[in-house]
């Protein structure tokens, strides 16, 4: 059973109480101080708005290091052709808005409601929440949004309207990332997208050992 927070405080009980699954707690609200701590201590929240808030740290945790990049033949062909032109925070809400309503194979509904979209616009105007975004003659065509708190990026979600386009803004960002010292892009959960790109899994004690020591500040 998740740990019901409360709604005065925002600390959130230790990973070892998560169930199988990774889930950890329920309730509370999506405050910008509840999300950074959350970041801060390995929980992320997840659920539709059929429920109340709920905060996951699943082990173990799929994560990319920067320097482990796979990046196949095809996709170098792409990056060399230059289909797509990329972008830093020009669109968050535009990029947020198209992966709350991007159709997934298996997923009914979306887990981005209006509430975690104006939490993360909030995040995102306070220099925390970062979009990356693929243009093809001048339409947005692909990208992804998360947290970036020092060396270490927490994915969210990201969405592709054209083939190719979010995986090229992905690997174009990783790339530039791990030159500015980027450690670790959390990508939460295993998926066979991420996989190809040399994401892996990682025991959630490392994982957490990782950011102990992590500072909240955006960047």
Not at 136 to 165: D, P, Q, T
């Amino acid at each position: 059973m998740p740990v019901w927070l409360s709604p005065h405080r925002i600390d959130f009980p230790p990973a070892h109480l998560a169930d199988e699954e990774g889930l950890l707690a329920a309730g509370g609200d999506l405050s910008t101080a509840r999300l950074l701590n959350a970041y801060r201590h390995g929980t992320f929240p997840w659920y539709d708005e059929t429920t109340v808030p709920l905060w996951w740290c699943p082990d173990p945790r799929f994560v990319l290091f920067p320097n482990r990049l796979k990046v196949s033949q095809s996709m170098k062909q792409v990056l060399r052709r230059g289909e797509f032109t990329f972008t830093h925070n020009q669109a968050f809400a535009e990029v947020i808005a198209a992966c709350a309503g991007i159709k997934r194979p298996g997923q009914h509904g979306t887990w981005i409601t209006e509430e975690v979209e104006l939490a993360y616009n909030q995040l995102h105007k306070l220099g925390y929440a970062h979009s990356y975004e693929a243009w093809k003659e001048g339409k947005l065509a692909g990208g992804f949004y998360g947290i970036r708190m020092g060396n270490f990026f927490f994915g969210e979600s990201m969405f592709s309207r054209v083939s190719n386009a979010s995986k090229a803004v992905f690997i174009t960002f990783v790339k530039q990332f791990e030159a500015e010292g980027g450690e670790l892009i959390d990508c939460q959960v295993e998926t066979p997208h991420l996989a190809s790109l040399g994401a892996e899994m990682m025991g959630r004690e490392e994982f957490l050992e990782m950011i102990a020591d992590l500072k909240v500040s955006g960047k």
